[in-house]
């Protein structure tokens, strides 16, 4: 058997929109792309939604419309995808990472506190594998220091934190729709937001910083970030099920669970908090701390070996190559993020997945952690449990 680690749920309704963009001659900016952002902005409850070609742009385009500048510092997570700091280094500012939550994976609203300095511009907090951060503690402390918060939701479209949808609580919110993600458009972002100038700006930059009113007018520095007809026809059609798509993911994290329920060597992702809704972007469990990071990388060789696609989502973003040569991070900058990170295993996981799969996925997950020799184990000088393959 090979089960891939993700899969776009593509049907009929989806590939008839596409051809309806192809046979109307209107191939960008035109009706589908407003559509789509209204859609979008309907799904978040906010008043504008600005269609890019992706979510990285969309939070590049966030950073530059919240006044981000060289030198200004910007707060966000470490255990991120790496767009999630990078959009802050485009505007050569800085990325200052703090810690995160053991269980949740998201930076704590003290720790944020901690890390603010004269020179903090922005917080930007991310809903990791679309489990809302602690959003409103964030803001109370964005309010009261006067600082704009982007959110990161590009893993957590539909999401809610207490029954209001994540991307809706800051200045600027943004959802991404490359192949993985829950909805997708093949490439593409979007930006929510209850700001009218934000969203005048990012229209604008996205644009090749055109005046609204004049083609050849060019009153921003922008950029060319625009998302196709094509694409949003994609998007469009997706977003209509996306109350179906969520509650179908969440049915397949309730098979894994039940399914690893009896491996004592994996800890499945923790439930919703109370008042709070996941929108699973992935099913990511980790190994206990009894095991090491290279027991981890020898599970993902093992599953691999047996058809099971994996990763270790996420490697820290300041242990990073290119993060170690820019600003000297070392191993142990950020422990937490770094003892996560080293056991986490990304399991395959999509809207259709079977219980036949899972059944697969958590058989290979036995054998591969039978072939390991836990700390424990050798302290106690007990030999490692033989290979069952
Ligand atoms: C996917 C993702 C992005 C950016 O998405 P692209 O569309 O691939 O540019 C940003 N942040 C996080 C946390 C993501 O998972």
């Given at each position: 058997?090979?089960?891939?680690?993700?899969a776009?749920?593509l049907?009929?309704?989806?590939?008839?929109?596409?051809?309806?963009?192809?046979?109307?001659?209107?191939?960008?900016?035109?009706?589908?792309?407003?559509e789509?952002?209204?859609?979008?902005?309907?799904?978040?409850?906010?008043?504008?939604?600005?269609?890019?070609?992706?979510?990285?742009?969309?939070?590049?385009?966030?950073?530059?419309?919240?006044?981000?500048?060289?030198?200004?510092?910007?707060?966000?997570?470490?255990?991120?995808?790496v767009?999630?700091?990078?959009?802050?280094l485009?505007?050569?500012?800085t990325?200052?990472?703090?810690?995160?939550?053991?269980?949740?994976?998201?930076?704590?609203?003290?720790?944020?506190?901690?890390?603010?300095?004269?020179?903090?511009?922005?917080?930007?907090?991310?809903?990791?594998?679309?489990?809302?951060?602690?959003?409103?503690?964030?803001?109370?402390?964005?309010?009261?220091?006067?600082?704009?918060?982007?959110?990161?939701?590009?893993?957590?479209i539909?999401?809610?934190?207490?029954?209001?949808r994540?991307?809706s609580?800051?200045?600027?919110g943004v959802?991404?729709?490359?192949?993985?993600?829950?909805?997708?458009?093949?490439?593409?972002?979007v930006?929510?937001?209850?700001?009218?100038?934000?969203?005048?700006?990012?229209?604008?930059m996205?644009?090749?910083?055109?005046?609204?009113?004049?083609?050849?007018?060019?009153?921003?520095?922008?950029?060319?970030y625009?998302l196709?007809?094509?694409?949003?026809?994609?998007?469009l059609?997706?977003?209509?099920?996306?109350?179906e798509?969520?509650?179908?993911r969440?049915?397949?994290v309730?098979?894994?669970?039940?399914?690893?329920?009896h491996i004592?060597?994996?800890?499945?992702p923790?439930?919703?908090?109370?008042?709070?809704?996941?929108?699973?972007?992935?099913?990511?469990?980790?190994?206990?701390?009894?095991?090491?990071?290279?027991?981890r990388?020898?599970?993902?060789?093992?599953?691999?070996?047996?058809?099971?696609?994996?990763?270790?989502?996420?490697?820290?973003?300041?242990?990073?190559?290119?993060?170690r040569?820019?600003?000297?991070?070392?191993?142990?900058?950020?422990?937490?993020?770094?003892?996560?990170?080293?056991?986490?295993?990304?399991?395959?996981?999509?809207?259709?997945?079977?219980?036949?799969?899972?059944?697969y996925?958590?058989?290979?997950l036995?054998?591969?952690?039978?072939t390991?020799?836990?700390?424990?184990y050798?302290?106690?000088?007990?030999?490692?449990?033989r290979?069952?393959?």
């Amino acid at each position: 058997m090979h089960i891939p680690l993700s899969a776009p749920d593509l049907n009929d309704t989806d590939k008839n929109a596409v051809l309806e963009v192809l046979n109307s001659r209107t191939l960008s900016i035109g009706p589908k792309t407003l559509e789509f952002e209204k859609a979008a902005a309907e799904i978040a409850g906010t008043k504008h939604g600005i269609a890019v070609n992706s979510g990285t742009s969309g939070l590049h385009l966030c950073v530059r419309a919240a006044g981000i500048r060289e030198g200004d510092e910007v707060i966000t997570s470490p255990f991120s995808f790496v767009a999630s700091a990078n959009c802050i280094l485009f505007e050569r500012a800085t990325p200052v990472f703090v810690d995160i939550d053991p269980i949740t994976g998201s930076i704590t609203p003290e720790a944020i506190e901690a890390a603010i300095t004269p020179r903090t511009k922005a917080l930007l907090p991310v809903h990791i594998f679309g489990r809302p951060c602690a959003i409103a503690p964030i803001m109370e402390i964005a309010r009261k220091r006067g600082l704009p918060v982007i959110e990161d939701s590009c893993e957590a479209i539909g999401a809610t934190y207490f029954g209001k949808r994540v991307g809706s609580f800051g200045q600027s919110g943004v959802f991404a729709f490359y192949p993985n993600k829950q909805v997708t458009t093949g490439e593409g972002g979007v930006i929510v937001t209850n700001d009218d100038d934000v969203a005048r700006q990012c229209r604008s930059m996205r644009n090749q910083g055109r005046a609204a009113s004049n083609w050849l007018e060019h009153d921003l520095i922008g950029y060319n970030y625009r998302l196709s007809d094509v694409n949003c026809a994609l998007g469009l059609n997706q977003l209509k099920r996306v109350d179906e798509i969520v509650a179908a993911r969440s049915r397949v994290v309730h098979m894994y669970d039940q399914a690893l329920r009896h491996i004592s060597e994996v800890i499945p992702p923790p439930p919703d908090e109370p008042n709070c809704e996941i929108s699973w972007f992935v099913y990511v469990v980790r190994l206990q701390d009894e095991f090491t990071g290279a027991d981890r990388d020898h599970v993902l060789l093992e599953l691999q070996r047996q058809g099971v696609e994996c990763r270790n989502y996420f490697p820290p973003i300041h242990l990073q190559a290119v993060y170690r040569r820019l600003f000297g991070y070392k191993d142990g900058a950020f422990p937490v993020t770094e003892r996560v990170a080293a056991r986490t295993i990304a399991l395959p996981f999509f809207n259709r997945l079977s219980a036949e799969q899972i059944e697969y996925v958590a058989a290979a997950l036995e054998k591969a952690i039978a072939t390991l020799k836990p700390k424990r184990y050798v302290e106690a000088g007990i030999p490692a449990a033989r290979s069952v393959l």
